[in-house]
DNA sequence: TTGTAGGCGTTATCAA
DNA sequence: TTGATAACGCCTACAA
């Protein structure tokens, strides 16, 4: 790749180096005469400044890392979207690294992105090892991860709790008692294990009986056997009268296998999910969920590294839209009532 | 942020920066002595090596680009894990870029990266000003943008077509006629223009009739609208038998719309759509779909790019999956036969 | 096998 | 307002 540098482009226009750089970068003073020759010949030769070389002397890369638990889960993408947006309005490139839930990833993804000096590091969702962001925080990277930030903003129970609240309210009042909460793996993780603390909480406070449920990892799952899972757990006796999904993704998976299982919703089962899509208004009967905008956190999250990067002078009022139950009709009377 | 320089390392393991930097990047001789004492030095001073100093002498950032045409799609999400980890796997940090499908946004971002010099670039999808990535590779960097890629694999429509086929085959056989191909936006752009090329081509083959309908671009549509349009289409007198969604997302749309206005699936109309997804399985009746694998492009594409920069000994076939018809029971016989 | 030294492309300092 | 110059951190040809 061959690129003009500010050596060619300050012959050009008859002025020395310094020159161009300041009147590219605006930078220090330059007259009207120097800047026209030094616009004229940077554009006739289609210069850019190398970042690389400026960074080395500026110390700023003007590159901000964003740290992912995974890139499989679909909710990521508007996290994601919304930290590009934001930097890229800044004159800011994105570098997305995905831990893939790995400890080891994680450590091999942030030792890159050391290398390449990021400027900020912004960490979506739960990072596998929290020590290791904390060692990188102390060593003066700016970071901000959604725990910590939801915090800052009032708690991220502050606006999930009540949403939970008013979930776990709204099948009281519909005659529930018990509710089964799905999730992946062997033990909720991450979102799910926050979520399913609160739900927890919350069904305790309206009579409600909680109860965790453990599919297995992704892999092990199939929609046979999940199908034979959920049919039985909501026929037994004394089976749950509300299913809820502990992440949306995992929700299409169950609805599935309550079609196949010739489960009905609600009547048999009222069915509600942690995040909202097209798919799930779309879905007959509608599926209520929990749903956030991770889009606008990603959003206030990158406006408060930039104003501590000194790229912005304020940060707007984070008023984030809080998360919402969102009623619809996948949740019905119970069976019992 | 502080961090350890590579004179430090020298200092500490009493040797020169020549030979850290030969020690550490495994390239040049070094004793087995001077080597222990940098890796300890190193350790100690957890020191590692600047990317962008480095860079500047040896020409390489280790950055690879991704340019996206939207981080609104999903579709794109498993596109840019697939880089991600191809990249990753081999050293390479990724910066995302979304041009958000406008020729403007898609400058600055190419500037952008280009001002950091990436080694090579990806392009997602279709890139809103080919010319702009035509310039780019003409001096020097290397590109792989899906388009070509899929031609150099055989061609796009080597893949899709057949499948479209498929879908035309199984369509005729079942007794429709008319099929409807819904878009958004003012007319078909991208990846939905290749799309219903190949429909209108296939169908006549197949002896059917094949009818763009727009709907306006997202901000324009509401399911209450859409609802109405889709009804008085499908109960038009000689209206389709079959609707076809020419996107994943656009497909949630209109079911939520056909569910709104009653309309029943498959019996009054089929319904089909591009991309699959656990939601469209989950759905009742499950949606019938065509379907590829972008990440598997994704990383043949990475794989490729990575090949070229000499970072990767020999691609390995890229046998890719080929796009394939899944007929679920949203596609019924026609009402008519 | 090791060290010295020059240079990658920029910007900041300082003297003019 | 401008230009010469040093320095950012690293790599590598070359000399030892």
């Known amino acids: 790749v061959v690129r003009a540098d500010i050596h060619q482009v300050a012959a050009v226009a008859g002025v020395s180096t310094a020159t161009v750089s300041r009147v590219l970068s605006g930078r220090g003073p330059a007259s009207a005469h120097a800047t026209e020759r030094v616009r004229a010949a940077a554009d006739r030769l289609s210069y850019a400044p190398s970042a690389r070389a400026s960074s080395l002397r500026t110390d700023r890369s003007m590159i901000i890392g964003v740290l992912v638990p995974t890139l499989s889960n679909p909710v990521f ?10 930097a890229q309005d800044h004159g800011y490139a994105v570098i997305v690294a995905d831990s893939q839930r790995s400890e080891e990833v994680e450590r091999r993804q942030l030792d890159r992105m050391a290398a390449q000096r990021i400027d900020a590091l912004i960490v979506a969702g739960w990072a596998p090892d929290p020590d290791a962001l904390r060692r990188l925080s102390g060593s003066g990277l700016p970071i901000v991860d959604t725990g910590t930030f939801a915090d800052a903003m009032g708690g991220m129970a502050a606006s999930l709790g009540p949403a939970i609240d008013r979930a776990c309210a709204h099948l009281a009042s519909l005659g529930h008692r018990t509710v089964a909460v799905l999730a992946g793996g062997s033990a909720p993780g991450g979102a799910a294990a926050l979520r399913w603390r609160l739900i927890e909480r919350s069904c305790r406070a309206h009579g409600l009986e909680a109860d965790l449920v453990l599919l297995g990892s992704v892999g092990d799952r199939d929609p046979v056997t999940t199908a034979r899972t959920l049919g039985a757990l909501v026929r037994s006796p004394g089976g749950p009268g509300v299913l809820w999904s502990s992440s949306h993704p995992l929700a299409a998976e169950l609805l599935e296998g309550l079609a196949v299982a010739g489960v009905a ?73």
């Open 77 to 86: 993408l508007p996290f994601l979207r919304g930290v590009e947006h934001r």
């Open 265 to 337: 919703l609600p009547e048999e089962v009222s069915f509600l999910t942690f995040g909202d899509s097209p798919w799930a208004a779309a879905y007959r009967p509608a599926i209520s969920v929990i749903s956030g905008d991770l889009g606008a956190v990603a959003e206030a999250m990158t406006m408060a590294v930039l104003h501590r990067l000194g790229a912005v002078e304020s940060v707007p009022d984070p008023v984030l839209e809080p998360d919402v139950y969102r009623a619809r009709s996948s949740v019905g009377p119970s069976r019992a009532a």
